[in-house]
């Protein structure tokens, strides 16, 4: 029986769709990974190889003269074996087609760089050709065995037509080329931020004021401790333009590297608890095993130095280094001490980067001209072959699980990573997950994490003072209040004195809604089941899911009563009762209703950097990103904003969010001051996060989880089950529980209607399965394999982090 060399491709889904997997004719110089052009249709598509193997007619179910061939390879793009691998796993952990897990992986804005070619097969037997097609291949010989179509001018049809009867007669191949961008010198050339510490300050002080921009920019720099970056690099971690970098050069305030002379920082010597973590990572990386460690250190006890300590050993053993940050918009600190430690061996690979230079360093990872690779999630998918360690820092942060397909998770896609490259894992936090904490603890015979622990913090760093109100006070008495009497009088002591307030709440408008007081109506999304939020500023009532608004109703639709009262407490209620209380202190707010106003966000940043503003109201935009040395008090207006959300997740968010505020308070030279207002005072989140104690908190959350069974002690998997007609998902979701309760393997809870049960004109019903701790979730992909309702859409979520 016949057998051909075939190579399955997996196409680009934009434009084959999701399931894009095809078989092809495949040549002896096809291999894993080959970036190729195939037929499909009557269209030229872009793919990668897959698998390539022998195979028969009865393999494949279909004649073997229905195949068609690859048309061509695709020099310099193609993706090492590790990341086909990684794709694999990431298809079958999360239960997603492989062409969609591979997207991630596809080289950023490749295709239009593509540009088609004809190239001399060489070493071809001799064969009769025509006059033009002999006048074809001398020109071909002459311009070195190639030819390329200009993007702009494609070649002449009577030479098309005879490099078609030459490839026929097999003496030339179709070949395609990646036009790599230009490499500029501008773009390429390092910058930082000059010396001159009190022109910074200066210009902070009283020019930003005027050039939010430009300040905004220096704010970010600063956090980089004079570190070198390239143009791109600033214009994605500021969000800024070209225009804002010259003025910025013009005026003195950048410069370029090599300007001026620097004394190059020696790295700090390790502590006793460091040199412990240092050296148990080293001797991982130096047996060439996998390990994997959890670093559990509190703020400023030096887990960067550790990372870095660490980067440096698999560097010396010639390997490469991925570091991941939860978001790269607040990675300026890591980019700083990466370049200061290891130079222009640096790559950042993100998507706030242009398309050029995202494929720029892509292409430099890929010929191995980077060592380390600094990103978000998405460069795990970088093309790295020969890895020797992978650092998580923040593994605790949300922005690490991908919320689209492919929906996963990076803590297991690194660990998968780090036992294909035999080499360490290290996850960091001072606030870890409660899954990461458990398996670290409970060992499970030495294949799970290695706890390290750095209790101690640097002689220069300390916490915040920690304060709770109880607000059920102020209604005993009669008296409720936005703010307490202590945080009132603390605003006033921290204004006195000349320093900055930060006012927290978790929750933008005016008010989360408005009720009538005669009937109880309330005014809902037409699109949603949520309230609309009032914006007493803009006069509109809006739902904060679908983007619908309209114009406050002067009587009630329902019992035409007058008596329509805002209820709750926004931010923006917030900022209006701060600046009654304290007339004379300039008061500005800071959350996404504002950071969408053009400008808005690097004026008010800018003014508070100045102290022209000395109180900032805020969402969670005010808890990260930025360092303001002469904040010294921090009031979070209500924790149980994120407390009461119906999530098994909201009290470990809650503890992580209050230990990131709080270290909002007191980063300059004078202590800072905490307080949390609460209507649970004595819930452990909050007392914990009073008390600095996470070991405190993990123990009460790790009888919670495991009195309910929820993570650690079993792994979710949320079927979200979403349609414009009630009825048929109410039906769909009926069909996928008995489905899955077919297995007895798991339990399966609901169907049910999603917390929020109707988004954007969508009815919403969940079914939530609860498998063994560290199951496969392929038995869920298997009993629901090929089930598509008509007019449902249905979604997967392996290890979920919200079950909203």
């Not at 195949?67 to 990431?90: D, H, N, Q, Y």
């Not at 570190?227 to 600033?234: D, M, N, P, S």
């Not at 020797?388 to 990573?417: C, N, T, W």
Request: hydrophobic residues 40%; contains cysteine; neutral net charge.
């Amino acid at each position: 029986m016949t057998r051909v060399r075939v190579a399955d491709v997996a196409l680009d889904p934009r434009s084959g769709g999701s399931d894009a997997l095809y078989t092809y004719l495949a040549s002896d110089r096809t291999s894993l990974g080959d970036a190729v052009i195939v037929p499909l249709g009557k269209r030229s598509e872009f793919g990668f190889v897959v698998a390539e193997y022998e195979a028969t007619a009865e393999d494949l179910g279909f004649p073997l003269e229905s195949l068609k061939p690859i048309r061509s390879t695709i020099e310099g793009i193609s993706l090492p074996a590790g990341v086909i691998e990684l794709s694999r796993f990431v298809a079958e952990e999360c239960l997603c087609p492989l062409p969609v897990t591979l997207s991630a992986a596809t080289p950023p804005g490749i295709r239009d760089r593509l540009v088609a070619g004809w190239k001399i097969i060489q070493g071809a037997p001799a064969v009769q050709v025509t006059p033009m097609q002999a006048e074809v291949l001398r020109t071909l010989r002459e311009t070195g065995g190639e030819i390329l179509e200009s993007r702009s001018k494609k070649l002449d049809p009577g030479i098309s037509r005879a490099l078609r009867s030459l490839r026929a007669k097999g003496l030339v191949e179709q070949v395609t080329r990646l036009v790599p961008p230009p490499e500029r010198a501008k773009s390429q050339a390092l910058l930082r931020l000059c010396g001159d510490a009190a022109k910074i300050e200066s210009f902070l002080a009283r020019d930003g004021k005027r050039r939010p921009a430009q300040a905004l920019t220096i704010m970010r720099l600063q956090l980089t401790e004079s570190a070198a970056l390239t143009a791109g690099e600033i214009k994605s971690l500021a969000g800024v333009t070209d225009a804002t970098l010259k003025a910025l050069l013009e005026a003195g305030l950048l410069e370029m590297d090599g300007e001026s002379p620097r004394t190059d920082a020696r790295a700090p010597e390790p502590n006793a608890d460091q040199r412990l973590a240092i050296d148990a990572i080293a001797y991982a990386s130096q047996s060439g095993e996998h390990a994997s460690f959890l670093l559990f250190g509190v703020t400023g006890s030096g887990k960067t130095e550790v990372y870095l300590r660490a980067a440096s050993e698999a560097l010396r053993a010639g390997r490469q280094v991925l570091y991941l940050v939860p978001e790269i918009a607040l990675a300026a600190q890591a980019i700083s001490q990466l370049r200061e430690r290891f130079g222009k061996t640096v790559a950042v690979l993100h998507s706030n980067l242009s398309a050029t230079e995202r494929l720029q360093n892509w292409l430099k990872i890929r010929s191995g001209q980077a060592s380390v690779i600094l990103g978000a999630r998405s460069a795990l998918f970088a093309p790295l072959e020969n890895i020797g360690l992978i650092v998580l820092d923040e593994e605790h942060e949300g922005a690490y699980k991908q919320e689209s397909a492919p929906r996963y998770h990076a803590k297991r896609l690194a660990m998968f990573l780090g036992r294909m490259h035999r080499c360490p894992v290290v996850l960091g936090s001072a606030t870890p997950s409660v899954e990461s904490f458990h398996e670290a603890e409970s060992g499970e015979d030495g294949r799970g994490l290695t706890l390290v622990s750095l209790p101690s913090r640097a002689a220069s760093a300390s916490l915040p003072t920690v304060v709770i109100r109880d607000l059920t006070e102020g209604y005993k008495l009669g008296r409720p209040g936005i703010l307490s009497p202590d945080l009132q009088d603390e605003v006033w002591k921290t204004l006195d004195r000349g320093e900055q307030v930060i006012l927290f709440l978790n929750r933008r408008a005016y008010a989360p809604f408005i009720i009538c007081r005669d009937c109880g109506h309330q005014f809902m999304c037409p699109n949603c089941s949520v309230s609309l939020s009032f914006h007493r500023r803009d006069g509109r009532l809006r739902c904060h899911h679908c983007g619908y608004s309209e114009r406050p109703a002067d009587s009630c639709p329902k019992c035409g009563g007058v008596r329509l009262n805002p209820f709750g407490v926004g931010t923006e209620k917030v900022e209006e009762a701060v600046q009654t209380l304290f007339p004379d202190a300039r008061v500005a707010r800071l959350d996404r209703d504002i950071a969408r106003r053009k400008g808005a966000l690097e004026q008010i940043l800018a003014e508070f950097r100045s102290g022209d503003i000395r109180v900032l109201v805020g969402t969670q935009m005010v808890a990260k990103g930025l360092d303001f040395p002469n904040v010294t008090l921090v009031g979070v207006i209500a924790a149980d904003v994120s407390l009461n959300i119906p999530d098994f997740r909201s009290s470990e968010r809650t503890f992580q969010l209050l230990s990131q505020v709080a270290g909002r308070a007191g980063r300059g030279a004078s202590p800072g001051k905490v307080i949390i207002q609460t209507f649970n005072p004595d819930h452990v989140a909050v007392r914990a996060a009073q008390s600095h104690d996470y070991l405190r908190f993990y123990e009460t959350l790790k009888t919670e989880r495991l009195e309910a069974g929820y993570p650690p002690f079993s792994r979710l998997v949320n079927i979200v089950l979403s349609g414009e007609d009630r009825s048929q998902v109410a039906a769909a979701s009926a069909e996928v529980a008995a489905k899955l309760r077919t297995a007895a393997e798991f339990a399966v809870l609901g169907p049910s209607d999603c917390v929020v049960e109707r988004l954007q004109s969508k009815w919403r019903r969940h079914v939530l399965v609860k498998l063994p701790a560290n199951s496969p979730a392929s038995r869920v992909g298997d009993l629901l394999l090929g089930y598509e309702p008509k007019g449902v859409h249905v979604v997967i979520d392996v290890d979920p982090y919200s079950l909203m």
